[in-house]
């Protein structure tokens, strides 16, 4: 089991940016399909973002929800061993818990295995 610990959330308004990240303890995150998931209140955890383990036949790939493609990039720092999400052009629909999480795919579907505590993203009209 991969502990992880979200950073970053705050406050900012309609289209700023913010820079979320996932630091990992007792595994290497290299060797796991990562993933960004939110959720907002009285809502279900959506899909945010996903990057494929470096071992894979598609390591690094990238996938991202329609509603944030364009504005998020996810990231994988293997030193560090921490995943990042950079949100730019923030809508206040973007305003939830934003989770990172070990992932796995069925299909087309990302879900969601492991995940840490959240961090709060509030983003003002």
């Known amino acids: 089991q991969a502990q992880l610990v979200e950073s970053g959330g705050g406050l900012v308004q309609a289209g700023g940016s913010l820079r979320l990240s996932c630091a990992a303890s007792?595994?290497?995150?290299?060797?796991?399909?990562m993933g960004w998931f939110r959720q907002a209140p009285g809502k279900e955890r959506e899909f945010v973002a996903a990057?494929?383990?470096?071992?894979?036949?598609?390591?690094?790939?990238?996938y991202y929800a329609d509603s944030v493609k364009g504005r998020f990039t996810i990231s994988r720092d293997s030193v560090k061993n921490t995943v990042y999400l950079q949100m730019n052009s923030l809508k206040p629909e973007d305003t939830a818990v934003y989770y990172c999480a070990t992932a796995y795919r069925i299909d087309s579907n990302w879900l969601a295995d492991r995940w840490g505590q959240g961090t709060q993203v509030t983003v003002s009209s």
């Open positions: 007792g595994r290497t995150l290299s060797s796991y399909n």
């Open positions: 990057i494929s383990r470096s071992d894979s036949r598609s390591g690094g790939s990238t």
